[in-house]
């Protein structure tokens, strides 16, 4: 199916085109919309996300005959997975990081997500670890994702002169032999460990 090309900051348009190539996925597939029990959609957390999310129902709720549409963060939703399968045996509390164009963490506690009403109460990626540093798209100056979200693990390849395919590419490992890549994941990293730490503090050790 070719859909058309859309400027990546426009996000309405990308919903539009995620919707579309759903609704030809399970046409493919002769799934009918109304025999689902529901559609859930992941998005990454952001300074914008609520305005993501009203895009996301727009696009996926005017489809005719779908289900009901419930949107949400990607990390919250990793966090609620985890806790759901108990995937750490006896673990009562679950921290997910989700590390794409943004660093988003969600928190399951007893089976429940803790999320505030912007669902933004993770978005750790907004934590300064760079006094004056690279300039934010929140306002701020050093934040994580300035570091070491993928868009700017990326963007500093670019600058280094070194080309990656995809975002996907920088974690090959025939890739992470460069030395410059290696230089810029270790950084990104170390910042990452340092707020993780910080939270994973906040939340409690697990006692043994
Ligand atoms: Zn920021």
Not at 82 to 93: C, D, E, F, L, Y
Request: net charge neutral; aromatic share 6%; with cysteine.
């Amino acid at each position: 199916m070719r859909l058309p090309v859309v400027d990546p900051e426009d996000f309405s348009a990308r919903m539009e085109n995620a919707a579309s190539l759903l609704a030809a996925l399970l046409a493919e597939n002769k799934v009918l919309p109304l025999s689902l029990g529901g559609l859930g959609i992941g998005l990454p957390a952001s300074v914008r996300y609520p305005l993501h999310r009203k895009s996301a129902n727009h696009a996926f709720g005017r489809q005719s005959g779908w289900p009901r549409v419930s949107v949400n963060i990607n990390a919250d939703l990793g966090a609620l997975a985890h806790a759901n399968r108990r995937t750490v045996p006896g673990a009562r509390k679950y921290l997910y990081i989700d590390v794409s164009s943004t660093i988003t963490a969600g928190f399951a506690i007893d089976g429940r997500t803790y999320s505030n009403i912007d669902h933004v109460v993770g978005d750790i990626g907004h934590t300064v670890v760079e006094e004056g540093g690279w300039l934010c798209e929140c306002g701020e100056r050093g934040c994580l994702n300035t570091l070491a979200s993928t868009r700017a693990i990326m963007s500093q390849l670019r600058d280094l002169g070194v080309a990656a395919d995809s975002e996907a590419a920088i974690f090959e490992d025939s890739f992470m032999e460069n030395p410059t890549v290696s230089r810029v994941l270790q950084r990104a990293g170390l910042a990452s460990g340092e707020v993780i730490a910080r939270i994973a503090l906040f939340l409690g050790r697990r006692q043994s």
